[in-house]
């Protein structure tokens, strides 16, 4: 497994990050001595073994649908500095 | 003033108007205020919020926990009070709603106080990863050493409290037992799903518990007997009745079987922690539980890899939804999409979180996902399997909650992220199995204290706060 300065930009890219130089520099090696420890797993035999996503089976969480009081929009807006007419006032999207 | 009141005798004096809980509040927020500019257990104090409760408690003093002053780790969301779990990218975050597990406690007459000091969103083993410019919680015992983490705040609060106190924690790895340990106090973590996670602002969805942290069985028992059940608006909660614990504790120990477990009192354990751990064994002995030797291997060698790998894998994406638009730190709306959001989470996420949604992030991306996240995922079920064989032979398992006891900060600032990760040997196991877990305090070294951990199958917290019972 090489990991390279351009993965991690690829990888920091992709998660919404930035890194500064000197953050890659200390990063590349601490996260090359983390991958190869951790890679340690694929030496368990997994043969037929299904993937655990959840400690204990989760059970049948479906609900009636029924409306209920929810939060109104001013308490929805009410701690963001970026608003307008009512609504969220994001980035550019295009 | 409640002097050395315990919880129990506290509870009782004020349902019956012999002490004054608002009188109470004021006195412990003045000492709370006065011990955090040493110790840094508290990211804000609930001043007027306690106060209001303290008023309506005072007219009528009912509930199980009426008048008792209850601290939250920062993670866990309280209406109205600065909730940044930790984080500079949520500073300013005053929810508009109560976690259901603080609206559990304040309808049972609990009184809010502050939220505690934590690792950034959970993510560290000794409190040392905090948010960007906030504090590093001290030791109460030590200030040269770790509260430990994540719950460090919580840990060292109780620890600290002359006052009868409850601290509600939050453990996704080892975040309740480390602290628990390191600061000699009595941390539960219950079953996966037993207690709602509504209102916790999640670390890694598939791992994360919240519990009480006390200083003693009875504490754990009656916070939890509040705390859990099912809810709603939690769609991993369980949807078993809670038991009764408070009865529970009351009950003999010497029917119950413990196993020992073997690789934990192997190499890389503290020689001294581990003799501490074998003479309260032998004290369960003289109380009559039987005691054999129980082998996990899997865990022993995989569960920090499998452990890390999904925690980290779940953290890149739930921590996604910070971008500094909808609550939390904001920055000037400038560039597009990715470059604004971009912007906000490189300035105000720590070191340790960027580190750990990098490695997340590439261990779900395609090419690497089968061999890290899922090949974590399938390991994670034999994990589970091997602890479910051990409880067909044994109700509790035993083994040190830490390898060490804690250290001090310059001993931490050399290690590597990976030395930290590996210190999250001996609690990483139960935490991928959602078993319960209670770090006891039974010893020390050096004059720290020594934690051991009982562990019990699935909805046994029963069974492992009998075992926490015989110690305080």
Aim: hydrophobic share 40%.
């Amino acid at each position: 497994m090489e990991l390279t300065k351009d993965t991690i930009k690829h990888v920091a890219q992709v998660a919404r990050l930035e890194l500064t130089t000197e953050e890659i520099a200390k990063f590349l090696p601490q996260l090359k001595d983390i991958l190869e420890a951790f890679s340690d797993i694929a030496k368990v035999d997994t043969n037929n073994v299904p993937p655990s996503f959840q400690p204990v089976p989760l059970q049948d969480a479906v609900r009636d649908d029924e409306p209920k009081p929810c939060l109104t929009q001013d308490q929805a807006l009410s701690l963001t500095e970026h608003k307008q007419d009512g609504y969220f006032k994001g980035p550019k999207i295009i | 003033m409640s002097g050395s009141m315990n919880v129990k005798q506290f509870i009782d004096e004020v349902g019956k108007k012999k002490i004054d809980p608002l009188i109470h509040i004021k006195t412990a927020l003045q000492e709370v205020k006065k011990a955090n500019k040493e110790f840094h257990f508290m990211n804000i104090i609930a001043d007027e919020q306690a106060i209001k409760q303290a008023e309506v408690i005072k007219k009528n003093p009912k509930g199980k926990l009426a008048g008792l002053p209850v601290s939250i780790k920062d993670c866990i969301v309280v209406k109205g009070l600065e909730s940044k779990a930790g984080s500079a990218i949520l500073e300013g975050y005053k929810p508009v709603y109560d976690a259901t597990v603080v609206q559990r406690l304040k309808d049972e007459g609990a009184i809010i106080i502050g939220k505690t000091a934590q690792d950034a969103f959970g993510f560290g083993t000794f409190s040392v990863n905090v948010g960007n410019n906030m504090e590093i919680p001290l030791n109460p015992i030590d200030k040269e050493r770790s509260c430990g983490g994540s719950s460090g705040g919580s840990g060292a609060i109780t620890k600290w409290a002359s006052f009868p106190h409850i601290s509600i924690g939050e453990s996704t790895g080892g975040s309740i037992a480390a602290p628990a340990a390191f600061c000699g106090v009595f941390g539960l973590c219950p079953t996966y799903g037993r207690v709602s996670r509504y209102g916790l602002m999640d670390y890694a969805s598939s791992l994360d518990k919240i519990g009480p942290m006390a200083s003693s069985s009875y504490d754990l028992a009656l916070s939890l007997s509040v705390i859990a059940g099912h809810d709603p608006n939690d769609a991993t909660s369980l949807k078993e009745p809670a038991d009764d614990y408070l009865a529970a504790i009351k009950k003999e120990v010497n029917g119950l079987k413990v196993g020992i477990i073997k690789e934990s009192f192997g190499e890389g354990i503290d020689p001294q922690v581990s003799k501490e751990v074998k003479k309260a064994i032998e004290v369960l002995k003289k109380k009559g539980l039987g005691a054999k030797e129980i082998s996990l291997p899997l865990v022993a060698k995989y569960g920090v890899s499998c452990y890390y790998l999904i925690a980290m894998s779940e953290a890149s994406t739930n921590l996604a939804k910070y971008c500094g638009m909808r609550y939390g730190r904001h920055e000037k709306l400038e560039g597009n999409f990715n470059e604004y959001f971009t912007k906000v989470r490189s300035k105000h996420f720590n070191q340790e979180t960027k580190r750990r949604i990098i490695i997340g992030t590439f261990a779900r991306m395609a090419g690497y996902r089968d061999a890290y996240y899922i090949k974590a995922a399938k390991v994670r079920t034999k994990i589970i399997s091997e602890y479910k064989a051990a409880f067909k032979e044994v109700d509790v398992l035993i083994s040190p909650t830490m390898p060490i006891i804690s250290p001090k900060f310059d001993d931490i600032k050399k290690l590597t992220p990976l030395q930290n990760y590996m210190m999250d040997i001996m609690t990483v196991g139960p935490n991928l199995a959602g078993l319960p877990h209670c770090s006891i305090p039974i010893g020390n070294v050096e004059g720290m204290p020594v934690g051991m951990m009982a562990i019990g199958d699935h909805l046994e917290e029963k069974k492992v706060l009998q075992v926490a019972s015989v110690f305080g």
